[in-house]
């Protein structure tokens, strides 16, 4: 698991590209259990345009349950995404594909999630399904 979502070196086929995905989705879930759960501890206001809102000393937890699941997410997320491009024998650079408008985001996705990765070794490592 550690290498799954934290390493940048080697390779991940499909398979292990959803499951990171699937993995991703429940910590989702779970960081928002974790706030509903502090929102009844915690209480902030809401404002007139439905927006929360807690201020001073009691957002701390907050905060650094957002921190820690942006940090989490960001570095996982990146980890992830360059393995599967190294399983496409696709420079990590590649994920900046996505920047380029309308066409960017839509070749990316097909890379990552859709298409085969290479048979056999490549220059980022052994054939992922073999390994």
């Given at each position: 698991?550690?290498?799954?979502?934290?390493?940048?070196?080697?390779?991940?086929?499909?398979?292990?590209?959803?499951f990171?995905?699937?993995?991703?989705?429940?910590?989702?879930?779970?960081?928002?259990?974790?706030?509903?759960l502090?929102?009844?501890?915690?209480?902030?206001?809401?404002?007139?345009?439905?927006?929360?809102?807690?201020?001073?000393?009691?957002?701390?937890?907050?905060?650094?349950?957002?921190?820690?699941y942006?940090?989490?997410?960001?570095?996982?997320?990146?980890?992830?995404?360059?393995?599967?491009?190294?399983?496409?024998?696709?420079?990590?650079?590649?994920?900046?594909?996505?920047?380029?408008p309308?066409?960017g985001?839509?070749?990316?996705?097909?890379?990552?999630?859709?298409?085969?990765g290479?048979?056999?070794?490549?220059?980022?490592?052994?054939?992922?399904?073999?390994?």
């Open positions: 698991m550690k290498k799954l979502l934290f390493t940048f070196e080697g390779r991940i086929n499909r398979q292990k590209m959803w990171a995905v699937l993995i991703h989705i429940i910590a989702a879930a779970v960081v928002g259990l974790v706030f509903t502090l929102w009844s501890v915690i209480p902030g206001s809401i404002s007139e345009d439905g927006t929360y809102h807690v201020e001073g000393a009691v957002a701390v937890p907050y905060i650094v349950l957002s921190l820690a942006i940090i989490f997410s960001v570095w996982s997320g990146l980890a992830v995404a360059i393995k599967r491009l190294h399983d496409r024998n696709k420079s990590g650079w590649f994920f900046l594909i996505q920047f380029v309308l066409i985001s839509i070749w990316y996705l097909v890379e990552v999630l859709l298409l085969k290479t048979t056999g070794t490549n220059r980022f490592g052994e054939d992922a399904i073999a390994a």
